[in-house]
């Protein structure tokens, strides 16, 4: 079945670091693939996704590939600023008989720090 | 901005009472979705609907009760809540067609049973 799996945190970075949280996946075909944050206190948020094999999705300055041949959706970016302090939740949809349902990897705690 | 609204956002209540955790949402999606989601920060799907007068169990056994009368409105009852209930319950839901690998998070209800 399909599953995703994510680089445990809590990942601590200094201001214009530069950030890379691993995603792996595994799966049955070639789903669409997900990255969603939540900030304090809040719900979860689509951050970016892609829809195929080498599509990469962006936003925010953050940006991930859709890697088939090494079944990874790393996120990276740049520069981190400390509004970018949040847990990132890798995700894929899981197909079963009733119909869509969503695979969330643990998710990864980042802080910057000024 | 949320189109996807949960009540209340913090609960603290004694052992035995019976709680609803509300959420509606204004987009006219079909498919709902109750997480549970531990200290750890992981997501386990606790109740799914995939419209009026559907629902069914998810991956994660819970005590909880959900029903869909409306397609707006997809609250969770517990009958008699427990310390071991504590926890936060994230509502989504998703669109059919295209938007259907999309969901949209509700703000949490962090419950705390006593």
């Known amino acids: 079945g399909n599953s995703v799996t994510q680089m445990e945190g809590p990942v601590t970075l200094s201001e214009e670091a530069f950030l890379t949280i691993n995603c792996t996946y595994t799966?049955?075909?070639?789903?669409?693939l997900f990255w969603y944050v939540q900030y304090p206190g809040e719900g979860l948020q689509l951050l970016l996704k892609a829809t195929k094999a080498d599509d990469k999705g962006s936003n925010k300055g953050f940006e991930a590939t859709y890697r088939k041949e090494t079944t990874s959706f790393h996120l990276e970016k740049g520069s981190v600023q400390v509004s970018d302090s949040a847990v990132y939740f890798c995700?894929?949809?899981?197909?079963?008989?009733?119909?869509?349902?969503?695979?969330f990897g643990t998710g990864t705690s980042l802080t910057v720090i000024p | 901005e949320a189109d996807i609204y949960q009540t209340p956002r913090y609960l603290v209540i004694g052992t035995g009472k019976k709680i609803t955790l509300e959420c509606s949402q204004t987009m006219g999606h079909d498919k709902m979705y109750w997480y549970q989601q531990d200290p750890g920060m992981e997501l386990h799907l606790i109740h799914y609907?995939?419209?009026?007068?559907?629902?069914e169990k998810g991956d994660l056994s819970s005590e909880s009760t959900v029903s869909r009368i409306r397609t707006e409105h997809f609250p969770l009852t517990l009958e008699s809540a427990r310390p071991s209930h504590t926890s936060q319950y994230l509502c989504a839901s998703s669109d059919q067609g295209p938007g259907a690998n999309v969901l949209t998070f509700g703000a949490g209800s962090r419950l705390t049973v006593l």
């Open positions: 995700a894929l949809p899981a197909y079963s008989r009733t119909g869509n349902q969503f695979y």
């Open positions: 609907s995939y419209g009026v007068n559907s629902t």
């Open positions: 799966a049955t075909g070639y789903p669409s």
